[in-house]
């Protein structure tokens, strides 16, 4: 089963974001429900989702999130697999490549992701895109595209952050320069590991660099570490589901 939670981020940046759903697909079914998040004030539900205690079944993705997918009668559509580090011969299915994309436009505010699996080695694995590139000077840029592939990186817990006190930094390996940030969705979760992990078994990387694609596509990073026995990422009150799994649901096509 693929599953990814959906976050909102309120207009405030202190406010900061927060798991409002969660997507799932199995069994050839893509099914959503709100999650606890959803309560808090200022969110409102989704078009023809308006009901928070329903689950939603249907055997397409729900447009909402659809609409999140480049087309694939759009010229540049191979590219953005690529920028993914997809099999442009192969594509995923649609929700694998929302987890990796993040599912980000421009006119609002509702990003997805991923909740992190052990990999075969039982250790933590993950792929993301740098954020905050676009607030970072003309200098960071140019140091950006010069990045390659396999570069060794650097996490940095951010502690005196204005707008997010659990910010995590990325720095380049070789002379420490500030290149972006974590999504704020992982930051909770690396900073658990970053405290339980001996440092030998923390690798950041870069995994691909996308010299034509957009800043938020721009660059694709990889971090593994060790995952502590009793680790459990996505965790807490937000990510709880708001209907019970005996509650109505709502099937569409």
């Known amino acids: 089963m693929n599953a990814l939670f959906v976050a909102w981020r309120p207009a405030a940046p202190h ?20 999650t606890q998040g959803a309560k808090k004030p200022g ?10 205690d329903q689950v939603y079944e249907s055997e397409e993705l729900f447009p909402v ?13 191979e590219a953005y697999l690529r920028w993914g ?14 987890g990796v994309t993040e599912g980000l436009r421009q ?18 694995f993950n792929k993301f ?12 840029l140019a140091r950006i595209g010069q990045l390659q592939q396999g570069d060794r990186l650097l996490l940095m817990l951010d502690l005196q952050n204005e707008y997010d006190p659990n910010a995590v930094a990325v720095r380049t390996d070789a002379d420490r320069m500030l290149i972006g940030y974590f999504p704020r969705y992982l930051a909770h979760d690396v900073r658990q590991l970053v405290n339980r992990c001996d440092v030998d078994f923390i690798e950041l990387f870069v995994e691909r ?13 990889g971090m593994r570490a060790c995952w502590p026995d009793d680790f459990v990422p996505c965790t807490g009150e937000d990510f709880e589901s708001i209907p019970e ?5 709502c099937v569409g096509r």
Not at 43 to 52: D, G, N, S, T, V
Not at 85 to 98: E, H, Q, R, Y
């Open 85 to 98: 580090g997809f099999d442009i011969t192969n594509p995923p299915d649609p929700i694998v490549i929302l």
């Open 15 to 34: 406010e900061g974001w927060r798991p409002v759903g969660r997507l799932e697909h199995e069994n050839g079914i893509y099914r959503f429900f709100y």
């Open 43 to 52: 969110f409102r539900p989704f078009a023809k989702m308006e009901r928070l």
């Open 245 to 249: 799994q005996s509650s109505a649901r």
């Open 129 to 140: 895109f740098l954020h905050g590139i676009r607030w970072l000077p003309k200098f960071a």
């Open 209 to 221: 660099v996308n010299s034509d694609a957009p800043l938020q596509n721009r660059v694709l990073c």
């Open 65 to 77: 999130f659809a609409n999140r997918l480049l087309s694939q009668s759009r010229p540049e559509y």
């Open 107 to 124: 006119t609002d505010a509702v990003e997805v992701f991923p909740c992190p699996q052990p990999d075969a080695d039982s250790c933590y």
